[in-house]
């Protein structure tokens, strides 16, 4: 009953994760289409120079968009580290759960190229595996915590 639950928390993130994160989507769909339309006209960007962005970032920390992209590329992820040993119980090791997080944020980073919707920036896959290594330590504090069992 536990894995049920938590496979379904896990399939509600990941499409949250894709409307809110991958779409940017506020509500607005033709927010949406007028992101894809311009960012096909113009083309994506693609940065894998690692640290390039978070070093300008950190360089103009009082700026309130690098908080927000900062922050943006981490609050997401930390429930990934989380809920991958929940709902996969063979997950439970930091190295499975930071690969596993590793296949799903870089299949987010191609999907932005793919449908337009953002760039491709190894910094972001940074950060992300960063948040969900964070979310991996909540996992060990509350199973530790609480003592919870593998189940079949």
């Known amino acids: 009953m536990f894995k049920t639950i938590w496979k379904s928390i896990f399939t509600i993130y990941i499409l949250m994760l894709l409307i809110f994160v991958v779409f940017k989507f506020n509500g607005d769909v033709y927010s949406v289409i007028d992101t894809i339309r311009t960012n096909k006209d113009r083309g994506v960007g693609v940065n894998l120079i690692p640290f390039s962005t978070i070093g ?16 943006g590329n981490i609050i997401p992820f930390i429930p990934m580290g989380f809920i991958i040993p929940m709902a996969f119980p063979s997950q439970r090791n930091v190295f499975k759960t930071i690969i596993s997080s590793l296949l799903l944020i870089f299949s987010i980073e191609i999907l932005q190229i793919i449908f337009y919707v953002g760039s491709f920036d190894i910094d972001d896959i940074i950060l992300n595996l960063l948040s969900c290594f964070i979310g991996f330590m909540l996992f060990i504090t509350y199973k530790n915590t609480f003592k919870v069992v593998s189940y079949k």
């Open 56 to 71: 300008a970032y950190i360089s103009d920390i009082n700026d309130s968009v690098s908080i927000i992209n900062i922050l």
